[in-house]
């Protein structure tokens, strides 16, 4: 028995924390998406209106009046950026918390269970991952709004769902392989012999192991919810107008290319950039994670 | 191997059948029908309107119609489009070609650039190039490719002007200039913007893949051996390294098919190139049912039948993996 003092015990999340902002490009990168969320979300401090028509200013080249210029209908570019920020980052958390919670519900029950549901729903899952994604999205993306559902008549909320019911295959099979693993631990084992019920087992026993996977799999997942988004509202099958997004904004600047060629610049530097900050904070997270480097830091 | 691939074929049955009743329900269960467009027009009457639904069997429950499309699709018949009345296999036909053209050049493109610069910063990790590397990689991960593809053509359309003719610098619309159809120059001339948008994500994508798995594969015991036995390091590099690493790469390639047309999607929407892509887009923006289904359905199958080839093109580079 020596006396050395033990080293101070930490807990999973402040090693994790901690190693997060060892990256330093991922803390710049969590800086660098605050800002883009206060800059959406104060965009009423704005004092342009996003919709509000000014014909006899339009196309104005970015001044100091108007930073981002005005578009064709001599609205101010920069409050329609800042308006459509919100939704853009709101369609693609919002999505992308349904994806992972029906990606966890499915690679949960295939993995623990396994059997016929197992073969049952990855065969599902692969149906759906030999979609062609964007051609679903556009076809429902155009029929859905058609419906008389009131809900369905915010294109908003159609956006999100069928984002959503599109990209929840990644991580369901994520999901099922890290449960394939740990459902044969001890640890599960000690459970179900002290009259563990299943979905305790999995709730509280399997399902907290899982976090750092998924959290890191969740970053991608926004990143290519936020490109989607944009990317329908920009084909015209996304959010409908007059609510901008940087998808709908960047595709009314493509009409006028030839006038205004500056005018697609803005919207899509902001999806590039916030995609750039979420994919190093992915990076950085994955890192933070990696058991392999915090057991040798022991 | 040739039984493997035949189960490979009949296990996607089951998966294109569950796709194709998806889609027809979805698609026919939207209000108005394949017929919105007819019924606003003013100069078709309501008889004629019925007439119309009689004839193309609108009237009979769903699945009846499900069974009577699929029963057409196996011979090869996708119907009518509404907008063109024209066979729908017949426009996807036209279609095809270019979509593989633009998929394919943009694919062996991506391959010759990615490759080389995955092993250039596995050889030497953390130095400058790598750094470099890395960081334009990830610009290059995260640039969606409707906003390159329009930076493009602001670039070398509408500012570059060639300082010979005054034209613009790179063509942009279509696959070739009016009265140079079919010339393969010309035709090479109009892909040089569009597979410049649709590679350059997919060369930072493949190029970050293979340096991890490089770096993976050169910690391996037979490369050190090849080290001892005093080979050349090209050889070490490209023989034994690169043989082993490039194998996640080609499952990766097949789960990330469907991706890849979706690339193209956009690319042949905003460059109007001639593809499926740009079909199925017109088609979406005027409810051309028939149209749409048809579009899906073959990517579907092509994606799948690429996917097989994936399989096999993996049994070929991996002689471990046996086919039983």
């Not at chain 1, 697609?264 to 992915?282: E, K, S």
């Not at chain 2, 027809?24 to 108005?32: E, H, N, Q, T």
């Not at chain 2, 409707?146 to 613009?168: D, S």
Request: charged content about 15%.
């Amino acid at each position: 028995m020596s006396d050395a003092p033990l080293p101070r015990e930490q807990s999973m999340g402040r090693i994790v924390l901690r190693r997060f902002f060892k990256h330093k490009l991922a803390g710049i990168a969590i800086g660098v998406l605050l800002v883009l969320v206060l800059f959406s979300v104060f965009a009423g401090l704005n004092s342009y209106s996003p919709t509000e028509q000014n014909p006899t200013n339009s196309f104005a080249k970015p001044n100091a009046a108007n930073w981002f210029g005005t578009d064709e209908l001599g609205r101010d570019v920069l409050s329609r950026i800042m308006y459509g920020g919100r939704v853009s980052l709101a369609v693609g958390l919002l999505s992308t918390v349904l994806s992972i919670f029906l990606g966890i519900t499915v690679g949960a029950l295939s993995g623990y269970f396994g059997g016929w549901l197992d073969s049952t729903l990855m065969r599902v899952t692969d149906a759906f991952l030999t979609f062609p994604t964007i051609f679903v999205l556009i076809i429902l993306g155009a029929f859905l709004r058609e419906q008389q559902l009131f809900i369905l008549q915010n294109s908003i909320f159609v956006v999100i769902i069928i984002i959503a019911a599109l990209s929840w295959m990644w991580p369901a099979r994520l999901v099922r392989g890290l449960f394939l693993v740990l459902r044969e631990k001890e640890f599960v084992t000690a459970s179900r012999a002290l009259g563990g019920s299943n979905f305790r087992i999995i709730v509280q026993h399997i399902l907290p192991n899982c976090v750092g996977p998924i959290l890191v799999s969740g970053t991608l997942q926004m990143a290519s919810a936020i490109i989607t988004e944009s990317g329908l509202s920009y084909l015209g099958f996304g959010v409908q107008p007059p609510t901008p997004t940087w998808g709908s904004i960047l595709s009314t600047a493509q009409n006028q290319i030839f006038r205004a060629p500056w005018l697609g610049f803005f919207p899509g530097f902001m999806i590039f950039i916030t995609v750039m900050a979420i994919n190093y904070i992915g990076d950085g997270l994955r890192d933070a994670f990696d058991p392999y480097v915090i057991h040798s830091e022991k | 191997m040739q039984t493997y691939a035949l189960r490979r074929i009949l296990q996607t049955i089951p998966i294109l059948f569950i796709i194709s009743i998806l889609l027809f329900f979805l698609v026919r269960s939207a209000p108005g029908g394949p017929l919105t467009a007819a019924r606003r027009n003013p100069n078709i009457s309501k008889e004629q309107i019925e007439v119309l639904e009689e004839k193309l069997g609108l009237n009979d429950p769903l699945p009846v119609q499900y069974g009577r499309w699929l029963g057409d699709m196996f011979n090869g018949n996708l119907g009518e489009s509404i907008k063109f009345r024209r066979p729908v296999s017949e426009m996807i036909g036209e279609r095809i070609p270019n979509t593989l053209l633009l998929v394919g050049v943009a694919f062996l493109i991506t391959l010759m650039v990615a490759i080389p610069i995955g092993i250039l910063s596995a050889r030497k990790p953390y130095s400058l190039f790598d750094y470099t590397m890395t960081t334009v990689t990830f610009i290059g991960q995260s640039i969606p490719v409707y906003w390159l593809g329009l930076g493009l053509i602001v670039v070398f359309y509408v500012a570059l002007k060639n300082p010979f003719t005054g034209e613009p610098l790179f063509p942009v619309g279509g696959m070739n200039a009016r009265g140079k159809e079919g010339e393969l120059l010309d035709t090479i001339w109009h892909l040089v913007l569009p597979v410049t948008a649709l590679s350059l994500g997919w060369i930072a994508w493949y190029s970050r893949f293979l340096r991890s798995s490089m770096l993976d594969v050169l910690h391996e015991d037979y490369v050190r051996t090849a080290r001892a036995k005093g080979l050349k390091d090209n050889v070490v590099y490209y023989k034994h390294a690169l043989r082993n690493a490039i194998l996640p790469l080609v499952t990766l390639i097949a789960l990330d098919l469907p991706s890849l047309f979706a690339g193209a999607l956009f690319v042949e929407t905003i460059f109007s190139w001639p593809g499926m892509g740009r079909l199925f887009w017109d088609a979406a923006k005027g409810r051309d049912y028939p149209v749409l289904l048809g579009v899906v359905m073959i990517t579907a199958v092509l994606i799948i039948v690429c996917n097989i080839l994936a399989d096999l093109a993996y049994g070929w580079l991996d002689p471990q993996v046996k086919y039983e």
